[in-house]
T-cell receptor, first 114, second 109 residues
C-alpha cells in the first residue's frame, strides 16, 4: 500500500494563479483532511470530508475549495493564489473521525506564492 | 491563549538521556494524539490515548484527563529520535484535531 500520496512536492506560484493539490489514499478511508503548516505554528485544518460527496470547512477555509468525488481522491484547489497561502500543505486520512482514529499523513506539498 | 500548549519548544539532549515533552490543553477532549515530524517533513502518528499510559519501544505516553495534561517520554534517547514532536487533541469543531506548535528535539551523539 502506498498510503497517502500527494502531488506536487513543491510548487512556485505567481500571485493570482490557480492550482490544484492532489491527494490520494489507498486505504479505503472515509475521512480525509487538508491541513496547512506555517513556520512556528501548529497544523491548521482547511477542509475535511467524511465520505465521497461530503465536505466541510475547517478552521481556515478562505481561499480554498475542495471536492470529493471518490473515496480515494481529495483535491485541494487554490483559485487566486496570495502570498498568505505560502505554506506546507498536508493531506491526511483516517478510518473514522480524526479525534478517535489514527491519522495517516501524506508527505506534504511545499507551496511558495510570489 | 493557545488551546494546546507544548513545552519545551526546543530541547537538546545527549544520546542516552531520558527525555520528557509536555502537553497541556484547555478544552474538553476524549482523545489525545502524539505525532512525530521527521526532519524531511513527513508526519507519523505515534500514540492515541484517552486515559492512562501507552508504551511502544522506548516511547511512553501518559495522560491525566483531570489535569488536562499529557507527557511523552523517550528512554535511552538516540540521534535518530531527533524530530519535532506534536501533541494534538480532539477538541475542535466536529471532534477534529487541534494541534500544538510542536517540540523540536535534537539528540547529540
Amino acid at each position: 500500500n502506498a498510503g497517502v500520496t500527494q502531488t506536487p512536492k513543491f510548487r512556485i506560484l505567481k500571485i493570482g494563479q490557480s492550482m490544484t493539490l492532489q491527494c490520494t489514499q489507498d486505504m479505503n478511508h472515509n475521512y480525509m483532511y487538508w491541513y496547512r503548516q506555517d513556520p512556528g505554528m501548529g497544523l491548521k485544518l482547511i477542509y475535511y470530508s467524511v465520505g465521497a460527496g461530503i465536505t466541510d470547512k475547517g478552521e481556515v477555509p478562505n481561499g480554498y475549495n475542495v471536492s470529493r468525488s471518490t473515496t480515494e481522491d481529495f483535491p485541494l484547489r487554490l483559485e487566486l493564489a496570495a502570498p498568505s497561502q505560502t505554506s506546507v500543505y498536508f493531506c491526511a486520512s483516517s478510518r473514522g473521525l480524526a479525534g478517535r482514529e489514527t491519522q495517516y499523513f501524506g508527505p506534504g506539498t511545499r507551496l511558495l506564492v510570489l | 491563549k493557545n488551546e494546546v500548549e507544548q513545552s519545551p519548544q526546543n530541547l537538546t539532549a545527549q544520546e542516552g538521556e531520558f527525555i520528557t515533552i509536555n502537553c497541556s490543553y484547555s478544552v474538553g477532549i476524549s482523545a489525545l494524539h502524539w505525532l512525530q515530524q521527521h526532519p524531511g517533513g513527513g508526519i507519523v502518528s505515534l500514540f492515541m490515548l484517552s486515559s492512562g499510559k501507552k508504551k511502544h519501544g522506548r516511547l511512553i505516553a501518559t495522560i491525566n484527563i483531570q489535569e488536562k495534561h499529557s507527557s511523552l517520554h523517550i528512554t535511552a534517547s538516540h540521534p535518530r529520535d531527533s524530530a519535532v514532536y506534536i501533541c494534538a487533541v480532539n477538541g475542535g469543531s466536529q471532534g477534529n484535531l487541534i494541534f500544538g506548535k510542536g517540540t523540536k528535539l535534537s539528540v547529540k551523539p
